[in-house]
């Protein structure tokens, strides 16, 4: 079975702080993502990498950094939290086949005060 | 760019049958997804279909319609468990997956 790890489940921040949000897999997969999912707003793609040291915006990406050094490890860095980075934070990873799926860790849930 | 609508809520009955819309406007496009997520864990991947007409994967099915942008997700003989939120997801070009909403279902004794 795939195995995506966050770093953390809850982290609370203050306004401000430098923020990095971890995640690992196991499954040598190319392509790695970062989404939020927000109530009313579903899932939003920040950041993915489709290789080592490549990296694409999503639809939000202001705000956010990302970093991808191993293939297996794909950080997301809020340089500066802000109140409405509040939010839960999901990380997947996938092949580079069309139809294969997404798999999810179990999220980060954020909350900036 | 991206747009894809699926209702807010649903509610159903154990042992019924449910279907959940999905339509969709995107540029390369290159696959629909559908996922489960329960409250407060991750998405899990259901099916995937690229070229239109029904797949069927046990009390679950999805169909597609490329040329009318649709797609549902056919729910049979519900169970309590199967009260979750449903997404739908289109692919494009570039690997890159769009979530629509979410569909939240609640199914009642």
């Known amino acids: 079975d795939v195995k995506v790890t966050q770093s953390s489940r809850y982290l609370v921040k203050r306004t401000g702080e430098k923020v990095f949000l971890e995640c690992v897999q196991d499954m040598d997969h190319e392509n790695m993502f970062w989404y939020r999912q927000d109530p009313g707003l579903g899932l939003r793609l920040i950041y993915f990498?489709?290789?080592?040291?490549?990296?694409e915006k999503g639809d939000i990406p202001e705000g956010y950094s990302v970093s991808r050094e191993k293939k297996e490890r794909f950080s997301l860095i809020l340089e500066s939290a802000s109140t409405n980075q509040t939010s839960m934070y999901l990380c997947?990873?996938?092949?580079?086949?069309?139809?294969?799926?997404?798999?999810f860790g179990n999220g980060t849930r954020l909350t900036v005060t | 760019g991206q747009n894809i609508d699926q209702p807010t809520e649903m509610t159903a009955t154990e042992g019924a049958i449910v279907q959940i819309n999905c339509t969709y406007q995107t540029s390369g496009f290159n696959g629909l997804f559908w996922y489960q997520q329960h409250a407060g864990e991750a998405p899990t991947f259901l099916s995937y279909?690229?070229?239109?007409g029904l797949e069927e994967k046990g009390r679950f099915s999805s169909f597609l319609s490329r040329s009318k942008g649709y797609s549902y997700l056919l729910l049979k003989e519900l169970q309590m468990k199967d009260s979750a939120s449903y997404l739908c997801?289109?692919?494009?070009?570039?690997?890159?997956?769009?979530f629509g909403g979410g569909t939240r279902l609640m199914v009642k004794p």
């Open positions: 997947a990873s996938k092949t580079d086949w069309t139809g294969s799926p997404l798999h």
């Open positions: 997801a289109t692919l494009n070009a570039g690997n890159m997956l769009t």
């Open positions: 279909n690229v070229l239109d």
């Open positions: 990498s489709y290789d080592v040291k490549m990296k």
